[in-house]
């Protein structure tokens, strides 16, 4: 097939999607898990099975390894039939604009002439700060500096296992703009009693609508954040720019000053 | 050889200042005791059970002992008195106590000489058990040799001890020769040990003697069967250290983390109480044949790792000199580092090589653990996997002792079953096929990882003596370490130390300095 060909097959069905092997439509998609069987025949038809019930036609096991205790790893390939139509998906996502961290300094310096606080904890018995550190601290994550390194910004971490009621206590002596909750265990859905309850505090004290309360982890999304009550959520790939810019955005908004 | 050109007079000042510091902390705190430093006597003189509540019965003596206002004299008299006033066994007494049908207050007093006696008695006996499961170890190690260096480590932390074990053999079969159960999360806060057998737990799997009983023995029987003897790794970290400390002795347990500092910085505990704890915590594992590992491999997570690695080292000797004060011999003072160096700065393969070198050099006779860098990785397991592929090789070829194997996963979730395979096949691929590398190369002189070798030290040198000229507590409360100030009255647990009264006696604590060889 010729290039200019291929240029105008995409144009044509540009809204109908399928995963991109190495030539466009070809819908594969490479797969790997591991089965509760031993590596052999019944093993490898049930990986394809696997792969037939996740829509994947022609699947191919491309490995099979033995883990040990009956139990086996595969690596499979296959080709995703029906195309995703991306005119028919709904995308919650928060209504910001990422920028760069001049920028945020300068909009806050500018329009707020003071810095924004932020008080940010991971809540209940989690003592997991990776995620809450990496967009707080200085070092910040992957390449970009956390809040800290901003001088728009007044951070408090609180650190790991904070209770709800002292994360309030704190933003309320702070006079917080913004909280962070961070919330990594998901066992048993632990965190959503727990982020829900942070909401009730909040109402209680008649301090929710005082602040942009933000809920990040790795299963935390946009929608789910929403869902329970938050101003915005942050999953996986969130950068420290993100909710800054985020932040910034937000705080001047609730203030007619963006 | 790969080798470093290293001026001698500089480690020899490092570990003279080190010393200096450990020394002072030592004598600083040598009047005090802690909870749970009483609580791990109750335990070594046979006090395992839990009360019909649900508390501990260590928990429950030492909380009896509180409410009489006795705290100060510690435990073991007033124990090892009602066991020969009543003619029970500990345990016994200790469920008594916590029916109230007997109250140490109330029982005739057998004098001071007779219930020393008596409670030197008792630790003599768990003292024995101890070293009991010390010669099983020897004796396992000989019968099922180990032979691959670095010692592969891998983590099972599923929260229910029954799939950790399944997770831990087919780990074992793959070629791990350490694994390591991860604690629950928030369990370092806990100011009691949890009993019996645990089938939840968050982030990790509860620390109880009977979860190291069960995994213990299911590791013996993967040994056997594979013909080389696999260690089981816990945490005697957080509130209950020497606590944990006893019941992976009396069960066995081959590496315990165990670090003050790490609990200081990265779990708030109070300074005071934790040293105190550590240095009790240390004598129990040196006695038991344990190897510590130490919690340096953290401190690059939350400040920048090129500038700050120097902290790493300095950390690193201050370490060495608490657990040789405690009485543990070179080869079971596993201390932890990770460089943490960004992988796209140019040479940044260099330069972890810098770091790993140099701690394989300062402490030759030491199980050194090399962590690979973990907080560069992202969801992109692919790169990551190419990552820990790279770095697998750096520990092999600067020969350290324990490596802690990386998980593409690292950045998502705990290990799949096939994340763990996946990274055990990479690590054992490097130990074989680059096994004698180190010993067919050698390092430019004056070249990038000799001058960043030197640069550490230097830095480390003038470190520790800043800390040694204001001493440990100040420098903590600096942020010296890891970025995180903690000031010596704060944090969790300082409620739970004391002064010892003039009565104050702990045999088990005697009998352990006697015969470690320790002041």
Redesign the interface.
């Known amino acids: 097939m010729k290039p200019e060909m291929n240029v105008e097959m995409r144009g044509e069905n540009k809204h109908l999607i399928l995963p991109y092997g190495d030539h466009h439509g070809d819908g594969v998609v490479q797969v790997?898990?591991?089965l509760p069987l031993p590596d052999g025949p019944l093993g490898d038809e049930a990986a394809r099975q696997v792969m037939r019930q996740m829509s994947l036609a022609d699947p191919q096991v491309a490995e099979s390894?033995p883990?040990?205790?009956n139990?086996t790893?595969y690596v499979g390939y296959g080709k995703l039939a029906r195309p995703v139509d991306v005119t028919k998906l709904k995308v919650a996502r928060p209504l910001w604009d990422k920028i760069d961290p001049v920028q945020v300094e300068r909009l806050v310096n500018e329009r707020l002439g003071r810095p924004i606080v932020v008080v940010g904890a991971a809540t209940g018995?989690?003592?997991?700060t990776?995620g809450l550190?990496a967009i707080l601290?200085?070092?910040g994550?992957?390449?970009d500096h956390g809040l800290e390194a901003y001088s728009c910004f007044k951070v408090v971490n609180m650190?790991?296992?904070v209770p709800n009621e002292e994360l309030v206590a704190r933003a309320k002596e702070e006079e917080a703009d913004a909280i962070l909750v961070s919330q990594?265990?998901t066992?048993?859905n632990?965190h959503l009693t727990n982020l829900t309850n942070l909401v009730e505090i909040l109402e209680a004290e008649g301090w929710r609508d005082r602040v942009v309360l933000v809920a990040g982890g790795?299963r935390i999304t946009h929608a789910l954040a929403l869902e329970l009550g938050y101003d915005a959520g942050f999953g996986?790939?969130t950068r420290p720019q993100d909710v800054a810019s985020y932040l910034a955005q937000e705080v001047l908004r609730r203030k007619s000053l963006y | 050889m790969l080798r470093l050109d290293l001026d001698a007079s500089k480690v020899r000042e490092c570990h003279e200042l080190a010393e200096s510091i450990a020394r002072k902390v030592n004598e600083e705190l040598s009047g005090r005791s802690t909870v749970t430093i009483e609580r791990t006597v109750a335990r070594l003189f046979g006090v395992e059970g839990v009360a019909p509540s649900g508390v501990p019965l260590a928990n429950v003596l030492v909380d009896h002992l509180i409410s009489l206002g006795r705290l100060e004299d510690g435990l073991a008299i007033h124990l090892a008195n009602a066991c020969a006033a009543l003619g029970l066994s500990p345990e016994e007494v200790a469920e008594k106590v916590a029916t109230k049908e007997v109250d140490f207050g109330s029982l005739p007093w057998l004098g001071v000489e007779e219930s020393r006696a008596k409670a030197r008695e008792l630790a003599g006996a768990g003292l024995a058990k101890i070293r009991e499961r010390r010669k099983e170890r020897e004796e396992l190690l000989e019968a099922y040799p180990v032979h691959g260096k670095p010692w592969l480590y891998v983590i099972v932390a599923t929260?229910d001890i029954c799939e950790d074990i399944?997770q831990a053999?087919?780990a074992a079969?793959?070629g791990a020769d350490v694994i390591a159960v991860i604690r629950s999360?928030?369990q370092?806060?806990l100011d009691y040990v949890p009993h019996g057998a645990t089938r939840?737990?968050?982030?990790g799997t509860y620390a109880t003697q009977e979860n190291f009983r069960l995994m213990r023995a299911a590791l013996d029987e993967e040994s056997k069967r594979l013909g080389r003897y696999v260690r089981l790794v816990n945490y005697c970290s957080g509130l209950c250290m020497p606590e944990i400390a006893a019941m992976g002795a009396l069960e066995r347990v081959d590496l315990m983390l165990n670090d003050a500092m790490y609990g200081i910085l990265f779990?708030?505990i109070n300074a005071e109480r934790t040293l105190v704890d550590q240095r009790f915590s240390r004598m129990v594992n040196a006695y038991a044949g344990i190897i510590i590992n130490t919690g340096e491999d953290n401190y690059l997570?939350?400040?920048?790792a090129v500038s700050a690695g120097h902290s790493v080292v300095a950390s690193q000797f201050i370490n060495y000199h608490f657990a040789h004060l405690s009485g543990l011999k070179d080869e079971q003072i596993g201390l932890g580092h990770a460089f943490q160096i960004?992988p796209?700065i140019e040479d940044s393969f260099l330069l972890e090589m810098a770091g790993a070198l140099l701690v394989r050099e300062l402490f030759p006779s030491c199980p050194v653990k090399f962590m690979p860098p973990t907080?560069?990785k992202?969801?992109d397991i692919f790169s990551a996997h190419a990552l820990d592929a790279s770095f697998n090789l750096v520990s092999v070829m600067t020969g350290q002792s324990i490596h802690l194997v990386g998980m593409l996963t690292e950045a998502?979730?705990t290990p799949?079953?096939?994340d763990r395979?996946l990274s055990i096949r990479a690590a054992a691929y490097a130990r074989t096929a680059a096994k004698r590398l180190r010993c067919e190369l050698s390092l430019e002189k004056g070249g990038i990882i000799e001058r960043r070798a030197q640069e550490i030290l230097d830095r480390a040198l003038s470190l520790l003596r800043d800390v040694e000229g204001k001493g440990l507590f100040r420098a903590l409360e600096e942020g010296v370490f890891a970025?995180i100030s903690r000031k010596r009255d704060g944090g969790k647990g300082l409620e739970g130390v004391f002064t010892k009264g003039p009565n104050y006696y702990n045999p088990v604590e005697e009998a352990l300095k006697e015969q470690l060889g320790i002041e």
């Open positions: 790997s898990f591991t390894v883990l040990g205790e139990y790893f018995s989690d003592a997991h990776v550190d601290n200085y070092k994550f992957a390449g650190g790991s296992q990594v265990v066992q048993g632990v790795p996986p790939m | 929260g399944i053999r087919m079969a793959q999360t928030g370092s806060l939840e737990g968050y982030g779990r708030d997570t939350t400040v920048d960004d796209n907080v560069h992202t969801g998502v979730h799949l079953l096939m395979y970025g």
